[in-house]
């Protein structure tokens, strides 16, 4: 009996162990650790974002999309970020790109400054992607605390924003380069656009995104690349829609050559790459006025990325991405410009500086036919006599109305085209610190951003209205049914119709009106800046 006791003993203890029985002792479910919702899994790696709590979105900030463009790299395309190890923190914004700073921007002298930023509702799949060029005059700017996406986020969108390389460190043409490079040189900072938009077709799912429903957009210098990127024969794939926000001021840009010897010109001590390369980041910044003064500072064609083509004359051959655009102007863009002027304390010209102003705009002498033809349009009792006022209307409809209307035009028969003017004179201020004495800013240039970006609350502190904030929010609903659907309309807001139906523009401001292209034509006096006149 005890021998056999035991013996049974032993087989049961056995079978225990074994895991054969379950009747004593059921197995328990362990359960799966849950995942965290900050940890995402690039292709260089595991990065930690933060919870945006007073924005309900999440935030992955300073994710290095590209190699520091160091050494060998200064004036070079930008090469990938190399893989990293362990958890990259994303929570803090990557440092600006150098720059003197200006309106648009903090001061800056780093080079290592190639970062994304994205930006993701708390929950997300498979949603659509809007991807951010800011603006400033390929000088100034970066994707960084200025540009909170809060409102489109709230719409269902994954938003990046991105900062790459400007003044000449981004967009210097110059022989020795050439030589080194193929044959090519400049527009970096376009070869930086495309490597983050390269970052996210590969990565982006990764953060609740649709990598094959992306939207890129942009104001001013940003608009202007997107455009540029239009317009690239080797950025096909990147991206399915584009905005642009008053992006439609020099689309003839300059060629190699012209960028070469303005490059020669502006860095004349240096004969070969070694002593561009040599140069201090403020030794560089002191001397790019000269491109600036050069209209240099700007993406060439004959650069990798620009190899062929213009703006202007990829538009006009049809050698261009045919995706679905939404474009539009400010109806006052210039006046930002004049308003600079006005509070750095230049003394205001006077009716006998009028042709001077308008010759120094558009690169004439004062008595030249033309300038004095161009004044005839814009007479000066129009104004009361008020010559920054008169300044403000030239440059509105010669820098960017009427190149927007002639690209609406060239757009709209191979591309879906939705085309607005941004006509809210009462808008908040934005980028001047106050307004000059003497001059109706009205819709001025990136008056309409808040509108778009930054939350309700922010808006309103800057002096929105009710009806302001209405118009933004049914702003916003256009811009991100395009970007979802590639169709601004929707259940609510005025139809919007394509431009090729009717050629109109959308204006918004205090409600929707369709304005027929010919009356837009009229009141910008775009006849007179019609280049094949």
């Not at 990938?80 to 903090?106: E, I, K, R, W, Y």
């Not at 000449?168 to 022989?175: I, R, V």
């Not at 690169?363 to 009361?384: H, K, M, N, R, T």
């Amino acid at each position: 009996m005890i021998s056999r006791y035991f013996l049974g003993a032993g087989l049961l203890a056995l079978l225990l162990a074994s895991g054969c029985s379950s009747r004593a002792n059921p197995p328990v479910d362990t359960p799966e650790p849950t995942p965290d919702p900050l940890l995402r899994t690039t292709a260089q790696g595991d990065i930690r974002g933060s919870v945006d709590g007073a924005n309900n979105m999440l935030a992955f900030r300073g994710i290095p999309y590209a190699e520091p463009p160091l050494g060998d790299l200064r004036f070079a395309p930008p090469q990938p970020a190399a893989a990293h190890t362990g958890v990259l923190q994303a929570s803090d914004f990557g440092p600006n790109c150098a720059q003197a700073g200006g309106v648009m921007g903090g001061a800056s002298d780093s080079e290592d400054c190639l970062y994304l930023n994205v930006y993701t509702p708390e929950e997300s799949e498979n949603l659509p992607v809007m991807v951010w060029i800011h603006g400033g005059a390929f000088i100034s700017g970066s994707g960084g605390e200025e540009y909170t996406p809060a409102r489109l986020v709230a719409e269902d969108m994954v938003v990046v924003t991105l900062n790459y390389r400007l003044g000449a460190l981004g967009f210097l043409a110059h022989p020795t380069l050439t030589a080194e490079q193929s044959g090519s040189s400049g527009a970096y900072g376009l070869l930086d656009q495309k490597l983050a938009l390269e970052w996210v077709q590969a990565n982006i799912a990764e953060f609740g995104g649709n990598p094959n429903n992306v939207t890129i957009f942009g104001e001013s210098a940003g608009g202007h690349s997107v455009l540029s990127l239009v317009a690239s024969p080797l950025t096909a794939g990147l991206f399915h829609k584009v905005i642009v926000q008053s992006g439609a001021y020099l689309p003839t840009q300059i060629s190699l050559d012209i960028a070469e010897q303005l490059g020669s010109a502006t860095f004349d001590e240096c004969a070969d790459t070694a002593c561009l390369r040599a140069l201090s980041v403020e030794e560089i910044l002191a001397r790019q006025q000269g491109l600036t003064d050069g209209t240099g500072v700007n993406p060439n064609y004959g650069s990798e990325i620009l190899p062929q083509h213009s703006i202007e004359s990829a538009l006009s051959s049809g050698n261009y991405q045919p995706v679905p655009v939404l474009m539009g102007t400010n109806l006052d863009e210039y006046t930002l410009f004049v308003g600079i002027d006005a509070l750095s304390g230049v003394t205001p010209p006077t009716a006998e500086d009028y042709h001077a102003e308008i010759g120094a705009l558009i690169g004439q002498p004062a008595e030249s036919p033309a300038v004095v033809g161009i004044a005839s349009f814009y007479p000066l009792d129009l104004y009361g006599g008020n010559v920054w006022q008169a300044m403000g209307a030239i440059g509105t409809d010669a820098v960017f109305a009427c190149n927007a209307l002639r690209q609406a035009t060239q757009l709209s028969p191979m591309a879906a085209t939705y085309v607005y003017e941004f006509a809210d004179r009462e808008a908040p201020l934005t980028i001047l610190p106050l307004r000059p004495e003497g001059l109706e800013l009205g819709a001025s240039h990136a008056f309409e951003i808040p509108y778009i970006w930054g939350s309700e609350a922010a808006f309103r502190e800057i002096g929105a209205t009710d009806e302001q904030v209405e118009l933004s929010q049914r702003m916003i609903r256009y811009w991100t049914r395009f970007a979802r659907n590639g169709d601004p309309n929707g259940d609510s807001g005025a139809h919007w119709p394509a431009f090729d139906v009717g050629a109109q523009f959308m204006q918004l401001g205090g409600s929707e009106v369709l304005t027929p292209a010919t009356d837009f034509a009229t009141y910008h006096r775009c006849p007179i800046w019609d280049p094949a006149q």
